[in-house]
């Protein structure tokens, strides 16, 4: 007799069912331990996006180029977007892709001791078209060349500087504080 796929998954099933069945005490005892299982890490990752969100612009300074992708990732979830981190290599010019009625944006996040230039302007610009993307912006923790300011207006690149984050930080700061208030 030969058995294909399904039947192989027709078997499986009917094999798991058997058991959660036979033995209430192991499905009880399994649903618990699953269901806390994601409890656990849904509240972990909560914390650990709060944390991120109460950073201000001097740890941001001091952060991973990761780490800062990490926290505006935080930052614009809060702001209402729904954001995709892109793997740390081979992101074709996108760290974030946000979502948003309809719309999708990609970041290139710079976090420089110096002010970003047209590189990152011209990666997430070429990026754009990859991703099928409605905007791009560029987003950092310093300030853009002059150069940068120019091919940015050019192609439609949205840049936010330190100024511009600080102001959502003290934003996000304060709607953290009203909601517990």
């Not at 990609?106 to 078209?129: C, D, H, L, M, P």
Request: hydrophobic residues 45%; positive net charge.
């Amino acid at each position: 007799m030969e058995m294909d796929f399904f039947d192989g998954i027709k078997i499986g099933l009917d094999l798991l069912w058997t058991l959660l069945t036979a033995e209430p005490l192991l499905t009880l005892g399994l649903i618990v331990f699953f269901g806390g299982s994601l409890i656990f890490a849904l509240i972990v990752n909560m914390l650990r996006e709060r944390k991120l969100r109460k950073s201000g612009i001097l740890e941001v300074d001091k952060m991973s180029g990761r780490k800062f992708e990490e926290y505006l990732q935080a930052l614009l979830k809060a702001k209402g977007y729904y954001v995709e981190l892109t793997p740390a290599s081979g992101d074709y010019g996108a760290d974030l892709i946000l979502s948003t009625k309809g719309k999708k944006i990609i970041v290139q996040a710079k976090r420089y001791k110096k002010n970003v230039g047209v590189k990152a302007v011209q990666e997430v610009a070429s990026a754009k078209s990859h991703y099928k993307a409605d905007e791009c912006w560029v987003i950092t923790n310093s300030f853009f060349t002059e150069q940068a300011k120019k091919l940015a207006s050019s192609n439609q690149v949205r840049l936010i500087d330190r100024k511009h984050l600080m102001n959502w930080m003290l934003q996000e700061n304060e709607d953290t504080h009203r909601d517990r208030a």
